[in-house]
Every structure is written in C-alpha cells, then in structure tokens.
C-alpha cells in the first residue's frame, strides 16, 4: 500500500476532533454563503443591465439560466461526490463558479451574459447539495440537524445584504463588480475547502457513473424547467410550444424511468427512490420551500400594491420571512438531538406556518402590521421542517449514498420550487385576465387593476390560497414519513466519530 493509500485510509477512519468540524464548516458557511448572495445580489441589477445593454426583452434569462444548469446538475454532483469524495468535486464546483462569474462580469451583451451566467449554475448548482452532504459526513445523524441550522446563517445574511449590496453597486459602481465580487470571495473558499477538507472522512466504494441516466434526466428537467419559465409569460400554457415542451420532457422522462430499471449502477439508484424516507422527505422539504419561494417572488408586488409602500420598504418587509427560518431551523435541529420524536417540532412549525397564511387567506387586506407578524410565523414554522427532512433523508440512506440521495433532494425540491412560481404566477395572471399577447408586465397590470378600482388584495387572496396548499401537503408529507431512529448520541458528547452504524436496510 502506498503512503498516499494510508493517508487516505486514515483519513476514512480517523474521528474528527472538534477542531477539524469546526475549520471545515467555516469553510462550508463561506462557499454556503457565495451561493446564497448570488441568488439575492444579482436581481437588484437586472434593471441596470437592460438599460445598458438595450435589451429588456431576454433580461429574465440571466435569472433563468442560472435556475436551469443548477437545477439539473445538482443530482450530479452528488453522485460525483460519492464517486471521487466531496473535497474534489466542491473545489470543481467552486472553480466553475469563479469561471462563470468571471465570464458574466466580463460579458460585453446579453447573449454572452447568459452564457456566463449558465456556466456560473453549473458551478453553484453543486454548492448546496455538496455542503449538505459534506455535514453528514462530518457529525452524525442526530447532532447534524444543528449544524444544517446554523449553516442558514448564510442565507440570513445573504438575504439581508444582498438586495441592498447590489443596489449600492447599482446605483454607484459598473453593475460587473457584482459579478467580479464572487471572484475573491470564491477563491477565498476554495482555498479554505482545499485545506480543511483534507481530514474529511470518505466512504469510498467502486462506482460507475451513468451517462446514459444522466443526459435523459438533464433533457427532461431542462425541457419542463423552459416549459415552466416559459408558459404563461411568453406564450400560453395551452400554446403549441408549450404542449411539444412538456410531452417531450414526459417522453425523456419516461424513457428514464425505463433506464433506471435496467443499468447496472443507474444514475439515481431505485433503492434511494423507492426508499419511503427519501419520498415523503424530499416532498416535505419541496412543497415547504415551494411556498416560502413563491410567496417571496410576490409578496413585494401585493405590498406595493395593496399596501402602497416602496419598492424598498417592499423589500424590507419581506426580510421577515428570510430570516426567520434560522430561527426555526435552529429550534427544530436541536430538538432532534433531544428528542426520540422528533418529528414534533416540524409537524408544530407545519400547522404554525399553515394557520399564518390562511389568516392572509382569511383577510387578504388585513393592516400591514399584520402581514408582517404572518410572514414571520410562516418564515419560522417553514424553517422547522428543513432540517427535519434532510437529516432524516440522510439517515435513511447507506453512507456511500448520502451524495446521491442528498442531490436528489435538491433536485426534486428546485423543480417543486418552480412549479409552486409558475403556478403562484398563473392565478395572478389569470385575476388579472391577463395573457401574453397583451404585453403587459404583472407589475404594469396590477397598477392598472388598483386605479380601476378592482380588489387587488383578493386577487392575492388565491395566491396565498395556492402557498397554503403547498404547506399543506409539506406537512401531510411530514406526518407520513417514517420516524427512524438517528444514529448519534442522544444529548452533547465530547468526540464527533463519523463511524456511525449503517442505516437500516430496506
């Protein structure tokens, strides 16, 4: 054996001292945090961006670019991930990140724009899922929910100072600094993850990647993400664009399916998909975001409109239900480490979050101080179901498939997110009596809607009433999902020992 076997051999066994958990999360929270100010940083400057290079008309695609290659790649870096370890393939991730955003910064229009920021997805769709996975491979099962906790104060400071960071650099600064700012901060965590993930304990086992499995998923995801982005704003959901789209995605899809049962290794191996956990797991965490992301998009047009209040003061109301998820992440990922039930904390925050937005239901016009203790409950009842669901996804699985059922996960909940946009979108669009061929943006429409004296807030009223049935059916999925005991120490313990048993067999 050589000597760089055995360093790899020690490194797979060896426990982690509380030192080496802790350089390796910094590490962790800066790439978390590099994702998180991308996806809030970025939308301040798109006005800017149209104005400078002339072209309003494909300036939503520097958003959806970015939605689509993350999206469909992140089940493939968890796969990789279990392939050639986590350290590799989050320094490639972050590599491609710098890459795209070095790109995007240097775009000199909108075409070549798009393309950076694609390339930019493809790097940041692997962040989070590879993050995820990276804490399950350093604590166990019942400590890790705590640290999924404090990770969101990442996003916490992402969602606070990102809007305004990109509006200052908006306002003052050419709108590439926003994109050459990754550039340092990228390198900087690179370096940080290359140092302090060479101690990470690996679970290494011979695998095959499936190519084949692979491209059928991305082509399916891609073809229904464009039919979802697309539908409603550019062309008619029932237009003849719309429908190629989606049957070609549930052809691709098909086919897949078909594939998974015959490879040898497939890309997403049927015992994670058919593992109960897995399921009702990634359908909590899914509808639950679904909703807090759907209510983010439009909450600041309902407080613009049926409240009156700026398009900052807007954005300042919302922070509400950014930052109180933290909170309710921390609660719930604690409790886990206490309780032998530990479902109660997210079933709680479930029914809390629930009864926020039928209150909105209830009374759409409601004082705005009202929408705003609504939004913050549903911001913490949500935030107790995240780590719930992935610590017990995590759990459910065998340690050399935690990557792959991790970027499953994050697969399946990105495309719940957009569907619960698109169909958020469509209700609205469709009080409005709106179409694409009108032209006229939502924003313009609902102006337009308040001075002629039509009820706005009950135009709203039915978007909640969809965000309510997405945290429904979050909690539904919650209540159904298997209560498997965690693996770990039951209260605080001294040494964290990643050689934890192997979970249940199915």
């Known amino acids: ?29 800066l790439a978390m945090f590099l994702s998180a100010l991308n996806q809030t940083i970025v939308a301040t400057a798109l006005p800017t961006i149209g104005r400078e290079f002339g072209d309003f008309e494909n300036l939503s ?29 989050m320094l ?45 491979d350093m604590v166990t099962p019942r400590e890790r929910g705590r640290y999924q906790a404090y990770m969101g104060t990442s996003w916490i400071v992402a969602g606070v100072g990102g809007p305004a960071l990109g509006g200052l650099i908006a306002d003052h600064l050419p709108w590439s600094v926003i994109f050459w700012l990754n550039v340092p901060l990228g390198l900087l965590a690179a370096l940080l993850t290359h140092h302090s993930m060479k101690l990470l304990p690996r679970h290494d086992r011979r695998h095959q990647l499936d190519i084949v499995g692979a491209a059928l998923m991305i082509a399916a995801a891609t073809l229904f993400l464009i039919a979802l982005t697309s539908g409603g704003t550019r062309v008619p ?9 989606v049957a070609a995605s549930l052809a691709l899809g098909a086919a897949l399916v078909w594939w998974l049962r015959q490879a040898p290794e497939p890309f997403l191996p049927l015992n994670v998909l058919k593992n109960p956990v897995m399921r009702m797991g990634t359908a909590a965490t899914s509808c639950a975001l679904g909703a807090v992301l759907g209510l983010t998009v439009y909450l600041p047009l309902y407080f613009q409109v049926v409240h009156k209040l700026s398009a900052v003061d807007a954005g300042l109301a919302l922070i509400p239900i950014v930052v109180m998820t933290v909170p309710g992440s921390m609660l719930s990922g604690r409790s886990m480490m206490h309780l032998r039930r530990y479902k109660v904390s997210a079933i709680a925050g479930g029914i809390i979050a629930i009864a926020a937005v039928a209150a909105m239901v209830r009374w759409p016009a409601m004082p705005l101080y009202g929408v705003v203790i609504a939004v913050t409950l549903i911001g913490f009842g949500v935030g107790t179901v995240y780590p719930v669901a992935t610590v017990s996804i995590q759990n459910a699985v065998p340690m050399h498939q ?3 059922a991790t970027g499953a996960m994050n697969f399946f909940r990105a495309l719940a997110s957009t569907l619960a946009v698109a169909v958020m979108g469509a209700i609205l669009l469709a009080g409005l009596g709106a179409t694409p061929e009108r032209g006229a943006g939502v924003e313009l429409m609902l102006e337009s809607a308040g001075a002629l004296g039509l009820d706005v807030a009950w135009i709203f009223r039915w978007v909640f009433v969809a965000a309510d049935a997405f945290l429904v059916l979050a909690l539904l999925a919650i209540v159904l999902m298997e209560e498997r005991p965690l693996r770990g120490p039951a209260a605080k313990a001294p040494p964290v020992s990643p050689e934890a048993p192997p979970a249940p067999a199915e």
């Not at 060896?14 to 390796?24: E, S, T």
């Not at 999206?71 to 350290?87: A, C, E, M, N």
């Not at 959901?237 to 789209?245: A, C, E, H, K």
């Open 92 to 136: 490639v991730a972050i590599g491609l990140f710098i890459a795209g955003s070095a790109a995007s910064a240097a775009a000199p229009n909108m075409a070549l724009l798009i393309a950076g920021r694609t390339l930019q997805g493809i790097g940041g769709g692997g962040i989070v899922p590879l993050v995820q996975t990276t804490i399950a």
């Open 237 to 245: 959901w029932l237009s003849p664009t719309i429908l190629v789209l």
């Open 402 to 404: 935690v990557g792959t």
């Open 1 to 29: 054996m050589t000597s760089h076997s055995k360093r790899a051999k020690a490194h797979s066994t060896a426990p982690l001292r509380k030192a080496d958990v802790r350089n390796i999360f910094y590490g962790l929270m």
């Open 61 to 89: 695609w520097v958003i959806i670019a970015y939605l689509l290659s993350s999206t469909v790649v992140s089940p493939l870096y968890g796969k990789l991930s279990d392939i050639h370890g986590r350290r590799a393939m």
